[in-house]
T-cell receptor, first 110, second 119 residues
């Protein structure tokens, strides 16, 4: 079975500092990996995806993610975090259906 | 971009009532839609996969007779919570996948969710 894990329940950073949200995956075959963000009482918004090709994937709102096959990781990054980035972030792997990680709550303090 | 509309946003009703939630793809055709349930500050739990024109596929442990799913057109799926009780209170989210192209490399597009509160 395909799965992803998010080892951190919470990440706290100061505005302007780099933000990293960690994700590791376990799949057989080629992984199709996604990052989504959820704001309170809202659905999920798609940020970016890795299918194949370049290991550095750029997405929405200045986010990017680095696919690392040897470490089976797909960490989400933003060079300079904003207060408005405070939200719940989900890593997911897609087979026919999405399997989500447990989620990481990001808090960016002013 | 692909937009999924979910209605209603909030529902408060008495125990024993049946509640219908609609999920519409506004600018694309969705051959497959998904229904999730989410508890506070937790991940999404897939309840069922809905395919247009056929019966929904339910995940293990999800009561088919409690959560009725209908996907009658390429743009509309509905979830009906029948005879709802307080334990059914939750945040329900639908998503849809664009029918074009291979499925695994396409993101799902999510509705804004429905907050269901059963008194």
């Amino acid at each position: 079975a395909q799965s992803v894990a998010q080892p951190e329940d919470q990440v706290n950073v100061a505005e302007g500092n780099p933000l990293t949200v960690k994700c590791t995956y376990s799949v057989s075959g080629n992984p199709y990996l996604f990052w989504y963000v959820q704001y309170p009482n809202r659905g999920l918004q798609f940020l970016l995806k890795y299918i194949t090709g370049d290991n550095l994937v750029k997405g929405s709102y200045g986010f990017e993610a680095e696919f690392n096959k040897s470490q089976t990781s797909f960490h989400l990054k933003k060079p300079s975090a904003l207060v408005s980035d405070s939200a719940l972030y989900f890593c997911a792997v897609n087979d026919y259906k999405l399997s989500f990680g447990a989620g990481t709550t990001v808090t960016v303090r002013a | 971009g692909a937009v999924v509309s979910q209605h209603p946003s909030w529902v408060i009703c008495k125990s024993g009532t049946s509640v219908k939630i609609e999920c519409r793809s506004l600018d694309f055709q969705a051959t497959t839609m998904f229904w999730y349930r989410q508890f506070p500050k937790q991940s999404l739990m897939l309840m069922a996969t809905s395919n247009e024109g056929s019966k929904a596929t339910y995940e293990q442990g999800v009561e088919k007779d409690k959560f009725l799913i209908n996907h009658a057109s390429l743009t509309l799926s509905t979830l009906t919570v029948t005879s709802a009780h307080p334990e059914d209170s939750s945040f329900y989210i639908c998503s849809a996948r664009d029918g074009q192209g291979g499925f695994a490399n396409q993101p799902q597009h999510f509705g804004d969710g429905t907050r269901l509160s059963i008194l």
